[in-house]
Antibody, heavy 125, light 108 residues
């Protein structure tokens, strides 16, 4: 059974940093693209970041570009999200998700399945 | 950035009836649309991908259709456990991957 378990959330002051982790099991982690999606309290879903099977292939939403860094350690089956310069608007539940889909013509098309249970990040003074 | 617009915002339907949720893309996304179900306090769950393919373990009463810019999710013979928020997502033109704002499905 595929399992994704996030950790590392908590309360942090504006301008602070936090690193989220997502421990994966039940599938070949090194062969899977992975993503982070967040959800502010009472709001909808917002895609944050994605990483391909090779650590060099990463993409971020404009809202986090230059502040958040996605990475992975295939030897530990773990996905990370390093969050710096945190703002109040980064307050959200952060979900990691396995990125499924297909690749064609050099581009991969990904949806997200499954999702972890999430870890809550609160940015407040 | 492709904007996904869902309608209606809230839908109230009686058990046993059919519910149809709509999702419109601001430009063509081919058939690269997924639908997710999210119940209170839970993570989203994939229902449909490729606009019309049910994910593993999803009951046959859930069906998706559409291509280009117009998509729909139909839930036939509604059950009480179908009460949730449903989101569509496009994965054709990225980054960013974008989601609709959600439809809150209430079972009367």
């Amino acid at each position: 059974e595929v399992q994704l378990l996030e950790s590392g959330g908590g309360l942090v002051q504006p301008g602070g940093s936090l690193r989220l982790s997502c421990a994966a099991s039940g599938f070949t982690f090194s062969s899977s693209a992975m993503s982070w999606v967040r959800q502010a309290p009472g709001k909808g879903l917002e895609w944050v970041s994605i990483i391909g099977t090779r650590t060099g292939n990463t993409y971020n939403a404009d809202s986090v570009k230059g502040r958040f860094t996605i990475s992975r350690d295939n030897s530990k089956n773990t996905l990370y999200l390093q969050m710096n310069s945190l703002r109040a608007e980064d307050t959200a539940m952060y979900y990691c998700a396995k990125a499924e889909g297909y690749c064609s013509g050099g581009t991969c098309y990904r949806y997200f399945d499954p999702w972890g249970q999430g870890t809550l990040v609160t940015v407040s003074s | 950035e492709i904007v996904m617009t869902q309608s209606p915002a809230t839908l109230s339907v009686s058990p046993g009836e059919r519910a149809t949720l709509s999702c419109r893309a601001s430009q063509s996304v081919s058939s690269n649309v997924a639908w997710y179900q999210q119940k209170p306090g839970q993570a989203p769950r994939l229902l449909i991908y490729g606009a019309s393919t049910r994910a593993t373990g999803i009951p046959a009463r859930f069906s998706g259709s559409g291509s280009g810019t117009e998509f729909s999710l139909t839930i036939s013979s509604l059950q009480s456990e179908d009460s949730a928020i449903y989101y569509c997502q496009q994965y054709y033109n990225w980054p960013p991957y974008t989601f609709g704002q959600g439809t809150n499905l209430e079972i009367k």
